[in-house]
């Protein structure tokens, strides 16, 4: 084969070699575009062509819509206030007193106790009159008494109030002895209320009734 035969084999086939490498690389590149207009495809959302009263007006509707039906009672546990509503308008309001957030621990130190009082979503699961309290471990630990093993020595009646609503794990809405202390947070957990206030908060529910603590 002559010189200039194989020169010219040579220079086509790099040719072909460049040509190749530019569309492979062309090819990359529109893939990056494509990749970069998904990213930056803001695509207008239809809901944006509807006027601001309007937006407004449908939030406001999907609001109401979440709102819990009939009585429930909502417990703020920053403010120490209670709120009674009934269809989202409040028809009573007051103090309460909830937990301390003080830990015990006890002396054996195989247990220890946290006086918070729980938030979230509950629900009224006694209605009690006329209350008896049925002291706890921690309540003689705290007090530094020993605990009994008789369970009438853990009964003491007359510290609860005249009401008491029960929402699970030993917790309470119930009145109180220690009205001056109420807006603060000085309880083991429970919610305590003043009688006139819970009279009423506790003839408005039922078991069932929701109850919000936050």
């Known amino acids: 084969m002559k010189t200039w035969k194989i020169l010219l084999f040579l220079t086509a086939a790099i040719y072909l070699a460049a040509l190749l490498i530019f569309v492979l690389a062309e090819i990359n590149d529109l893939k990056q575009i494509n990749s970069w207009k998904e990213v930056y495809a803001f695509k207008v959302d239809p809901k944006e062509k ?6 407004n007006g449908l939030l406001k509707k999907q609001i109401k819509n979440l709102q819990p039906r009939g009585v429930y009672i909502m417990i703020d546990s920053a403010e120490n206030r209670f709120y009674l509503k009934k269809d989202g308008k409040t028809i009573k309001e007051g103090l309460v007193s909830t937990g301390s957030g003080v830990i015990l621990v006890d002396p054996s130190g195989k247990r220890r106790w946290v006086f918070d009082t729980p938030k979230g979503e509950f629900f009224v699961k006694s ?24 369970l009438e020595d853990r009964v003491e009646a007359g ?24 807006g603060r ?30």
């Open 50 to 55: 509807l006027t601001p009263e309007r937006r």
């Open 127 to 150: 209605k009690i009159q006329n209350p008896y309290w049925v002291k706890p471990d921690w309540a003689f630990i705290e007090e530094g008494e020993p605990i009994p093993k008789r």
């Open 159 to 182: 510290v609860l109030g005249d009401y008491a609503l029960g929402f699970g794990n030993g917790y309470f809405i119930h009145g109180t002895l220690y009205t001056r202390l109420l």
């Open 185 to 214: 947070n000085v309880t083991h957990g429970c919610v305590r209320m003043a009688d006139k206030d819970l009279e009423e908060v506790f003839k408005a529910s039922k078991i069932g009734t929701r109850i919000y603590i936050y």
